[in-house]
């Protein structure tokens, strides 16, 4: 794994970005992972600054989020689906039929998952896969377990999960409680992952899933065994 550590937030956006017009820049019709959540939001605004200057064009990217809350309609202000075009693609030239997002309202949310596999095989996998960390080492919503998730499946988020989502809601009983989500296996099938992870309060997570044991039980560490994660932090 390779562990760039940037002076800060500012830094590790601007890189982050940087990855991402890399890779658009070599191949204008790559497919990109992303995430929702907080780290992120910081590179999609360097990206929405880099296509309002002129410099990048999303016009034949394609993309599939890590996840989505399931149960939630696209309407809702905190579905994945909202997130995502508030915070980046409302402002850039991506068609919105590259847009992919798990399906959080399909009434059969075990075949909603095998479409997700799907199309993300169709498209021919994902180029460049964005990655965040929860506090407790999940990757997209694969949380801590027995085992490593092999493909996109409806999960049920975890305590911590929920407590950690409860700062977007007016009281934790409102939070969802499950959601569909890319498995390890779909993560793991990305050609190159950037993991980015911010706030010192993520040291320790990051430093088991770097430099701990490969375990279920720290999803994240799985990705010591893929052969091109970048992993991003803003801390020592
Ligand atoms: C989001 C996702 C999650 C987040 C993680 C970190 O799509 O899949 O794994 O990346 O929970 O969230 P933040 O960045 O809010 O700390």
Do not use: W
């Not at 991402?20 to 992303?34: H, I, N, R, T, W």
């Not at 199309?119 to 085992?147: K, S, Y």
């Amino acid at each position: 794994m390779n562990i760039i550590r940037a002076k800060n937030y500012e830094e590790l956006s601007r890189m982050a970005a940087t990855s991402v017009a890399a890779q658009l820049y070599e191949k204008p019709d790559s497919v990109l992972g992303f995430a929702t959540g907080s780290t992120p939001i910081g590179t999609y605004k360097e990206l929405i600054a880099d296509y309002k200057r002129g410099v990048l064009d999303f016009s034949r990217a394609t993309t599939f989020n890590l996840d989505e809350y399931y149960g939630v309609p696209v309407t809702d202000e905190n579905s994945y689906y909202a997130f995502m075009h508030t915070n980046l693609f409302d402002h850039i030239n991506m068609r919105s039929e590259a847009i992919h997002l798990p399906d959080g309202m399909a009434p059969d949310a075990e075949a909603q998952c095998v479409a997700y596999e799907a199309a993300i095989q169709a498209a021919g996998g994902v180029d460049l896969q964005i990655l965040g960390i929860g506090n407790n080492g999940h990757i997209g919503f694969n949380e801590p377990g027995e085992f490593f998730p092999a493909k996109t499946n409806h999960i049920k988020l975890t305590d911590s999960t929920i407590d950690a989502n409860s700062r977007f809601y007016a009281s934790r009983d409102q939070v969802p409680t499950t959601a569909l989500t890319m498995g390890i296996g779909t993560i793991m099938a990305a050609k190159k992952i950037l993991l980015l992870i911010s706030g010192a309060a993520k040291k320790g997570i990051m430093e088991q899933a770097v430099f701990g044991p490969v375990t279920p039980q720290v999803p994240a560490s799985i990705l010591q065994f893929h052969g091109n994660v970048t992993v991003l932090c803003d801390f020592e």
